[in-house]
């Protein structure tokens, strides 16, 4: 990510180390970056590089892509090494669809295409990507500094992801998403009149299914941890949370929402107004009465919110 620190890091054998030369790092795009075994540069300039290590008569290439912000990462196919390291940091289970006897081999191979209204295997782990990659100017109130890809890693080992229209839940580890999480545009929830309806598509508007996915993730891992005091009912109104602190899963989707949009590192201005507008709908909506909290910076985006 453009102003992400990057390690790179070259390993020498004891033979290789008789010359006296030593290390010099290049990249085709940026120039000379430095010399020595490890660098750790944060400099380099959007795009494709090649960065060339030199050095004890012998050099090595290797490709590395900046990207501009996170909604050109987003977008982009990913390395097969970048889907290896993330199915190895969870146990991923692709369900079939048990209403109409649907099958993921249907959709293999698997094809990155953001314009594509089926579901995608690379389109969710796309999003997981994202949550990898995302990181906030101060540190999240409730990760302790954390990332939300590492909480994933650390509460939610399993993952569900379901062919069919029921909702998304979870516990004991588990997401069980559905089918509208790995697709590109947002699609209709199912209802009993219509049970297939999230196969339908209902509209492209990509950057909202962008925010919807990723908080929903926050919100769905938050029931995997110790201490969850879940939702309640309030007003007569279920599926509520009764405060933001120390809250359920709105809480969290929603504190996560409003550090997107005042402290994101990397997320382009259209994407932090996005996130702005779902969190003021989720603290309007979805808690008991008017959220408060401790942290100073958390109630004044509060306060500008609502």
Not at 141 to 156: D, N
Not at 224 to 252: Q, R
């Amino acid at each position: 990510m453009k102003g992400e620190t990057i390690i790179l890091k070259a390993v020498v054998t004891s033979s290789r180390r008789t010359s006296k030369s030593q290390l010099v790092w290049v990249s085709n795009k940026d120039g000379r970056l430095g010399s020595g075994s490890l660098l750790k540069p944060n400099h380099l300039s959007p795009g494709h590089h090649i960065i060339m290590v030199s050095g004890y008569g012998t050099r090595a290439r290797i490709p590395i892509t900046i990207f501009q912000d996170l909604w050109a990462l987003y977008q982009s196919p990913m390395s097969l090494h970048e889907i290896c390291c993330i199915m190895n940091d969870f146990a991923m289970n692709w369900i079939d669809d048990s209403v109409s006897g649907e099958r993921w081999k249907k959709y293999e191979p698997p094809k990155f295409d953001q314009t594509s209204t089926d579901p995608s295997k690379l389109v969710f782990i796309a999003k997981l990507r994202v949550l990898k990659h995302q990181h906030f100017d101060q540190p999240l109130p409730f990760t302790s500094g954390k990332t939300i890809y590492a909480h994933l890693v650390e509460y939610s080992k399993n993952i569900n992801l379901r062919l069919d229209c029921d909702v998304s839940y979870s516990g004991g580890g588990t997401l069980s998403l559905d089918r509208s999480i790995s697709v590109w545009d947002a699609r209709k929830g199912g209802t009993p009149s219509e049970p297939n309806a999230c196969k339908k598509p209902f509209t492209s508007h990509v950057l909202w299914l962008y925010i919807h996915s990723l908080y929903l993730l926050v919100h769905e891992n938050r029931h995997n941890m110790p201490y969850d005091p879940s939702h309640t009912t309030c007003g007569g109104v279920g599926n509520m949370d009764e405060k933001l602190e120390g809250g359920s899963g709105h809480a969290w989707a929603a504190m996560y929402l409003m550090w997107i949009y005042k402290y994101g590192s990397y997320d382009p201005p259209f994407i932090k107004n996005e996130a702005k507008a779902v969190a003021t709908i989720l603290l309007k909506s979805r808690f008991c009465s008017i959220p408060t909290h401790s942290n100073p910076k958390v109630q004044a985006i509060i306060k500008e919110l609502i």
